[in-house]
Structure formats: C-alpha cells, structure tokens
C-alpha cells in the first residue's frame, strides 16, 4: 500500500506543503481547469515558506515571554534595601 503524497509531505516535516495539498486537493473537484505545474509547486512552496516563518515567529515569541516572566519574576523576588 502506497502513502498519500499529504502523509509523506508530514513525513517530510513540509507541514505547510503538506497543509497547502490538502487544500489543493479538496478544491479540485470544483476546479474548472488543470492547474500548471508551475502553479501548483509555487503554491506549496509559498505555503512552506509561510508556514515556516509562522513557527519561527513563535519561537522569538516564546523567547521573549519566557525572558520577561524572567526578569519580571526577578524585580517581584528582589528585596529593596532597607534604610537605616
């Protein structure tokens, strides 16, 4: 039994590919013309791209919470000097 294309593009880790052909596919049935080659490759590498700057945009999201409930954590724990 032979995989899906959209199971090897996961397999891959091409999720926005992967996210992009099921899209593809589910419009076909509406489509009142074939799609090009060059069409289709440029759709699913946009997808990736996309889908790729999503996640790293998370990351440096994440970093940065992470990072400010570090420090925020630090001012809240931090005594202040007592004064004489």
């Known amino acids: 039994m032979s995989i899906d294309l959209h199971t090897q593009l996961k397999n891959l880790r091409l999720y926005g590919m992967s996210d992009a052909w099921a899209e593809i596919k589910a419009e076909a049935p509406q489509r009142k013309q074939d799609i090009s080659p060059e069409y289709l490759l440029s759709q699913l590498v946009h997808a990736e791209i996309t ?13 940065l919470k992470r990072t400010l409930e570090y420090r925020c954590y630090i001012l809240v724990t931090r005594q202040a000097p007592k004064k004489q």
Do not use: G, P, Q, S
């Not at 889908?51 to 970093?63: C, G, M, S």
């Open 51 to 63: 889908d790729r700057n999503n996640h790293k945009t998370f990351v440096v999201l994440a970093y």
